[in-house]
């Protein structure tokens, strides 16, 4: 999409708002000024517009129950509440098994649980192509494993883990198993009901909702304990009043990901772009291209340019991507996720475009126009062959 006169690949960052949503937001931003706790007709019809999001988004998870949503502020918020809830719930057990290229979100919190409470935190390792370590998955299962957290998609390289597969090791060790979907909501069919994960977050602004605005999903019957406590809102497993047009917002741009999913040609915009990407710059490597990964994201390495040099002079042409470095932390240290896959060495010069479905061919003609110019230009060393 071109967004003013840019063109945005950067929807693994967050996606542009359809319009469709924006409209159900201000509807509610001005006909709904009830606070949905209120017994009067304002305060329902708030509630009554919550519970229609929480069924969208159930849909969209293919949750059981529209109960096991939860709303939050957003996958943050949603991947702490997980991790924290599933240790309180299992107090006699101190350990979390997670992988080596979790986001910032699961990574921060895992180290402060280890800081802070004595928690033994178990990073699985990935190969080249950033496929989990199957081997060394199920050997990190024990006894005192209270919770794995492992990524359905990662934002980086788009690569996939076999959630199904993963989820029933997890059970068998008398662990709860919890994953951050935030990437793969809107973008692979997902169904909670039938992986059979306890936990998943997922966030609206990356499947064209508004920011400030998550969910998770907790299978009936597992136990938990909110992280923000106060009022009983979100039957009382996350106090505070509901932010009702994000929610909104969120239930349109939950039914919107399912609509389009079938008219959705994201893949053959992805691969288009890398097809000529590949003809104009022979050199360039594809990330997790071995691996199952998702339709949207390209994970391009140039060898020999330098990933930030090469952004800012894509920004100045109208084009909008992004670096591993920059995605998680808006600084320039190198990807821990491209470390973890052993490319530490190519981490400089990776750039990562991130397609939706408001892209266009019109986006990807320009891109393959400037793009050899913008390598050529941001090279740092001489490649000898
Ligand atoms: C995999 C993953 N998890 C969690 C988050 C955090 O989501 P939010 O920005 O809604 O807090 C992101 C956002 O980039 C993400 O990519």
Redesign the pocket.
Known sequence: MAIGSVAYFDA??STPVDPRVAEAMVAALTELPGNPSSGHMAGRAARRAIEVARLEVAALLDAKLPNEIVFT?????S?VTAIRAALAACPDRREVVTSTVE?A??NATLDRLAMTDGITIRRVPVDGNGCLDLDAYRAALGADTALVTL?T???ETGTLFPIADLVPAAHAAGALFHT?A??AAGRLHLSVASTGVDMA?I????LHGP?GV?ALYIRCGTTFSSLITGGGQERNRRAGTENVPGIVGFGVAARLALMDAKTDDTAQLRNRLEAEIATVLPNTIVLGDRAARLANTACLAFPGSDAEMMLHRLDRAGIAASSGSA??SGGSAPSHVLLAMGLGHLAGSTVRFSLSRFNTDADVDHLIEVLPVVARESRILEIVA
């Not at 502020?73 to 918020?77: A, L």
């Not at 966030?203 to 990356?206: F, I, L, R």
């Open positions: 693994n960052a502020s957003g996958g943050s918020e991947n986001h979100a699961v990524m998609a990662n934002n951050d935030v990437q977050s966030s609206a602004h990356k920011k998550g995605c998680a």
